[in-house]
């Protein structure tokens, strides 16, 4: 079925230094959607990305849509300690009824402040 | 706060009893998903509704579990004669197609099961 890959599996970072995380799958991807989960919380919804190549913006966050749809990253510049989390891609089945989503494994990211 | 409710946060039992898990979703969301998620992997879907209809299993959702959302609204996860293994974090969340966010799914904070 569906698989989504996401690298690296951790990222430790010192405050004020870049952060990305890739999200890859073998087949085309409906669209990508990227979750943030703090230590302990749930997954918290960031953005939603449908169309090939497309670039979104959320502060220092940068989210990206390859050409083929079949991979997405996200970009953290200058990291934050409130940045800490584990950052899961997810792709949307949006086919006849099933709306469910299949997560990657996610990137847990620490800061070191 | 989401808004998605989950009841109770916390479950300790022991092999072989049974467990119910309450969902309650955002009010106007007629889409309501349950996921389990286990330490350091993301949440695998197990079940999907649109109002009170089931339309969709993993096969993730074995025999012993079951999940109901009788009026359309709030739902249950049962696991009868739990295991080990069913310890996980089990998430509910609710979407609308109508709500213009674009169906996005809002998480509930989730149960937390650990079967000893």
């Not at chain 1, 870049?18 to 918290?44: A, E």
Request: charged share 20%; aromatic share 10%.
């Amino acid at each position: 079925g569906q698989q989504v890959m996401q690298i690296p599996q951790y990222q430790h970072v010192q405050e004020g230094e870049d952060f990305t995380t890739y999200c890859n799958s073998s087949t085309t991807l409906s669209n990508i959607q990227w979750y943030k989960q703090r230590p302990g919380g749930h997954p918290v919804f960031l953005i939603q990305l449908v169309k090939s190549g497309e670039v979104k913006k959320q502060k220092r966050l940068t989210f990206q849509f390859g050409e083929a749809k079949k991979n997405s990253s996200l970009h953290i510049t200058a990291t934050q300690t409130t940045d800490v989390g584990t950052y899961f891609c997810a792709d949307e089945n949006s086919g006849g009824s099933n709306y469910k989503l299949t997560f990657g494994k996610g990137t847990l990211l620490t800061v070191n402040p | 706060d989401t808004g998605v409710s989950q009841d109770p946060r916390h479950k300790i039992t022991k092999r072989g009893q049974n467990v119910t898990f309450r969902c309650d979703p955002i009010s106007e969301h007629n889409r309501l998903y349950w996921y389990r998620q286990t330490l350091g992997q993301g949440p695998e879907f197990l079940t999907y509704f649109q109002n009170e209809a089931q339309l969709e299993k993993s096969r993730l959702l074995s025999d012993r579990f079951s999940a109901e959302r009788p009026k359309g609204s709030f739902s249950t996860l049962e696991i009868q004669r739990t295991e080990q293994g069913d310890s996980a974090m089990y998430l509910c969340a609710s979407s609308s197609p109508n709500s213009g966010d674009g169906d996005t799914q809002y998480f509930g904070p989730g149960t937390r099961l650990t079967v000893l």
